[in-house]
């Protein structure tokens, strides 16, 4: 069973997403799977709703919080609001 890990981050620095995108390839594995949330964003929903499926699903979560953005604040909100109350 592959462990899969979520990976939030900004995206407004198109080569600092380029980089996180790669990195997450180069990571992944057949037993992990590191999921750029861009590769996710094709649903056409508000990021709100899609990243807290996208965080409940994942056996693990990584997020650049260096920069506010609206991805990483919607993952932590999803972590406070989803099963079993966790907090960020």
């Known amino acids: ?3 899969t890990t979520f990976v939030a981050f900004a995206s407004a620095d198109q080569f600092v997403s380029n980089v996180i995108d790669e990195a997450c390839k180069i990571a992944s594995s057949p037993e992990a799977e590191f999921i750029p949330w861009n590769r996710n964003d ?3 929903q508000p ?3 899609s990243v807290y499926g996208w965080v409940e699903t ?6 650049d ?3 506010p953005n609206l991805t ?3 993952t932590r909100s999803a972590l406070r609001s989803g099963p079993g109350n966790l907090s960020a």
């Open 1 to 3: 069973m592959t462990h």
């Open 42 to 44: 094709v649903s056409g």
């Open 47 to 49: 990021i709100d709703r």
């Open 58 to 63: 994942a056996d693990a979560l990584v997020a």
């Open 65 to 67: 919080i260096s920069e």
């Open 72 to 74: 990483t604040s919607h």
